[in-house]
């Protein structure tokens, strides 16, 4: 089973960039038994990309429920760890579709990254609560969803976030940076702003 793969924008972004970046995904909002992976999930399950185009083709599907069984194991780590020697990626973004179901789940990943500090982890998150109740390594980044349950919570002066613009230029008039093509622009590496501006496709 591959854990780590490349969705079409992390391809783009690794040849943009000219570096190693692969992704983690689960089951966008619910799993096939029917457990909901996005629990913070609001008004971003009417347009959530990975419940359209490749993800939900009957070869891939499997895919996204396998990786899902094995993230709930004690198993998990080990086999990241095990993909991360492997692949060497330079970044993982960790979920290019589901979320942080559970405490015990992040704290597989804050493992993870602990194990693995060359290794920089970011994430698009709904969970704004738990993160912001857990201390994050250094290779952690986090941009917050503002189309979740609890993007009340977020502070927008302070906390990364994100934004979905209907034009590039409404996006730029704003004051956010574009990471509509070139997913890295969302990390604290690369966007000294906590604006994170994305272009509803």
Same mark, same amino acid.
């Given at each position: 089973?591959?854990?780590?793969?490349?969705?079409?924008k992390?391809? /783009? @972004?690794?040849?943009? #960039?000219?570096l190693?970046?692969?992704?983690? !995904?689960?089951?966008?909002?619910?799993?096939?038994? !029917?457990?909901?992976?996005?629990?913070?999930?609001?008004?971003?399950?009417?347009f959530?990309?990975?419940?359209?185009?490749?993800?939900?083709?009957?070869?891939?599907?499997?895919?996204?429920?396998? =990786?899902?069984?094995?993230?709930?194991?004690?198993?998990? $780590?080990?086999?990241?760890?095990?993909? $991360?020697?492997? /692949?060497?990626?330079?970044?993982? =973004?960790?979920? %290019?579709?589901?979320?942080?179901y559970?405490?015990?789940?992040l704290? *597989?990943? &804050?493992?993870?990254?602990?194990?693995?500090?060359?290794? *920089?982890?970011?994430?698009?998150?709904n969970?704004?609560?738990?993160?912001?109740?857990?201390? #994050?390594?250094?290779?952690?980044? &986090?941009?917050?969803? %503002?189309? !979740?349950?609890?993007?009340?919570m &977020? %502070?927008?002066?302070?906390d990364?976030?994100?934004?979905i613009? /209907?034009?590039?230029?409404?996006l #730029?008039?704003?004051?956010?940076? %574009?990471?509509?093509?070139?997913?890295l622009?969302?990390?604290?590496?690369?966007? /000294? @702003?906590?604006?994170? !501006? #994305? &272009?509803?496709?």
């Amino acid at each position: 089973m591959n854990l780590l793969t490349q969705n079409s924008k992390l391809k /783009k @972004t690794s040849k943009n #960039l000219n570096l190693r970046v692969f992704n983690f !995904g689960i089951p966008a909002y619910k799993s096939a038994s !029917g457990k909901l992976t996005c629990p913070m999930a609001d008004e971003c399950v009417e347009f959530c990309y990975a419940k359209k185009g490749a993800y939900v083709w009957s070869n891939v599907q499997p895919a996204f429920e396998k =990786r899902y069984q094995l993230s709930k194991t004690l198993e998990f $780590i080990d086999a990241m760890n095990s993909e $991360i020697k492997k /692949k060497r990626p330079e970044y993982v =973004r960790v979920h %290019d579709s589901g979320d942080y179901y559970s405490r015990s789940y992040l704290a *597989k990943w &804050i493992t993870i990254a602990n194990e693995n500090p060359s290794v *920089k982890f970011y994430s698009y998150t709904n969970m704004v609560d738990m993160i912001k109740n857990t201390k #994050l390594p250094d290779n952690y980044d &986090i941009i917050f969803s %503002d189309s !979740g349950k609890q993007k009340h919570m &977020i %502070d927008q002066s302070a906390d990364r976030h994100t934004k979905i613009f /209907k034009s590039k230029e409404d996006l #730029l008039s704003k004051g956010y940076v %574009d990471a509509s093509e070139t997913d890295l622009y969302a990390t604290k590496w690369f966007n /000294k @702003t906590n604006r994170v !501006g #994305l &272009i509803f496709h």
